[in-house]
């Protein structure tokens, strides 16, 4: 019997080669998400996509019975470093706070699969 339990939104794409998120006794890992929302819709500017990467990320969370507060660390990827300064502002209203302890966070400029993508975020998430 295998530990790991993977994690999906229903209705989300199956057949895929990864799992959108894997729940390991109690940590949750959260695959890189994006700017795209449930319509298949890509904003143009970076603090809207990353707004809704996080929320990707959010409902993954929350359907593995966590919340936002239980992330541990980010990994965000970005397309341009000039796109730095927005990236923050927007992560910074799910994160940021004196009432809140931020998780831990790396960013690197790396090139997307797809260059609509502006930035992409991954998560460790303790349950």
Same mark, same amino acid.
Do not use: W
């Given at each position: 019997? =295998? #530990?790991?339990?993977?994690? %999906?939104?229903?209705?989300?794409? =199956?057949? @895929?080669?990864? =799992?959108?998120?894997?729940?390991?006794?109690?940590?949750?890992?959260? /695959?890189?998400?994006?700017?795209?929302?449930?319509?298949? *819709?890509?904003? =143009?500017?970076?603090? +809207?996509? %990353?707004?809704?990467?996080?929320? $990707?990320?959010?409902?993954?969370? !929350?359907?593995?019975?966590? +919340? @936002?507060?239980?992330?541990?660390?980010?990994?965000?990827? @970005?397309? #341009? #470093?000039?796109?730095?300064?927005?990236? $923050? !502002? /927007?992560?910074? #209203?799910?994160?940021?706070?004196?009432? $809140?302890?931020?998780? /831990? *966070?790396?960013?690197?400029?790396?090139?997307?699969?797809?260059?609509?993508?502006?930035?992409?975020?991954?998560?460790?998430?303790?349950?």
């Amino acid at each position: 019997m =295998s #530990k790991k339990e993977k994690i %999906t939104l229903p209705g989300a794409e =199956s057949g @895929l080669c990864y =799992s959108p998120a894997i729940r390991y006794g109690d940590v949750l890992y959260v /695959a890189g998400q994006v700017g795209m929302d449930e319509q298949g *819709r890509v904003p =143009s500017d970076i603090q +809207s996509q %990353t707004a809704v990467a996080i929320e $990707n990320a959010k409902k993954l969370i !929350e359907a593995a019975g966590g +919340s @936002l507060d239980d992330v541990l660390m980010c990994r965000c990827f @970005l397309q #341009k #470093k000039e796109d730095f300064a927005g990236m $923050n !502002e /927007a992560y910074a #209203k799910f994160f940021g706070g004196a009432h $809140n302890v931020a998780p /831990a *966070r790396y960013t690197v400029i790396a090139p997307p699969v797809d260059d609509v993508y502006l930035v992409e975020i991954a998560m460790i998430v303790g349950l």
